[in-house]
């Protein structure tokens, strides 16, 4: 059933239109941009599912395209338009962290993070260069690991800063495991880092853990 075929004091659309946005469900968000359910489901009904399937919102922007396709009413056409609300989250984010200082958005941080490798199924290892006011020049992707593991380079680590003409880092890593506790690993691999990194005088500012739940800053924890 379209939007339109719901009964009047049901459609999101009127609902939004002259109570604000602040005044809809995630799931009545979420079937805007559905626009249509499947036989034997309304399109307020299909959404409900997909947010209690993925955990709440969080979880369905974070679930990748593999997650979204093995859905059940799921078209190409309605996946395609989840994954460009995720691009377009990711782009918002980069603009906000490209503009001002990275750390005066610690929040900021967390959620662009979290949408680049919270989802992920393999570990991924990333470093967001900055530029000398701590701006983001580029976030990269730089090695990918197994369920429980990565192969990191220092010198790739530091042959990227130097390309991007960086004055400084964040390190981050995903767990697929769910759990952002960093390992003793991953602390040795941060201080490994940063003494190479120091070599052509770029600093590490921090390093996260980041689940589809959310992140860890190794720095807040005094690991860094």
Do not use: W
């Not at 604000?20 to 799931?27: I, K, N």
């Not at 005088?201 to 959310?214: C, E, K, N, P």
């Amino acid at each position: 059933m379209p939007l339109k075929g719901l009964p009047p004091d049901t459609r999101p659309r009127e609902k939004l239109l002259q109570r604000g946005p602040g005044a809809l469900s995630d799931a009545e968000l979420l079937a805007l941009l559905l626009r249509t359910g499947i036989p034997g489901k309304n399109v307020v009904q299909l959404a409900q599912e997909l947010v209690d399937r993925f955990g709440g919102i969080a979880g369905l922007l974070h679930s990748g395209a593999d997650a979204l396709k093995a859905v059940k009413g799921l078209g190409p056409a309605k996946r395609a338009e989840i994954l460009a609300v995720v691009e377009l989250a990711r782009r918002a984010l980069a603009q906000e962290l490209q503009q001002r200082p990275l750390f005066d958005s610690p929040t900021a941080v967390g959620h662009y993070l979290q949408l680049h490798l919270g989802h992920k199924p393999h570990e991924v290892f990333a470093v967001l260069f900055l530029d000398s006011q701590h701006r983001l020049l580029a976030l990269e992707e730089l090695f990918r690991g197994t369920l429980a593991q990565t192969s990191v380079y220092p010198r790739e680590v530091v042959l990227r800063a130097l390309h991007h003409h960086a004055a400084a880092v964040v390190l981050a890593h995903n767990h697929p495991s769910g759990v952002a506790e960093p390992s003793r690993a991953d602390e040795t691999l941060t201080q490994t880092l940063k003494a190479a990194l120091a070599l052509v005088d770029v600093r590490v500012l921090d390093h996260f853990i980041v689940t589809a739940q959310g992140c860890r800053s190794m720095a807040e924890m005094g690991r860094v």
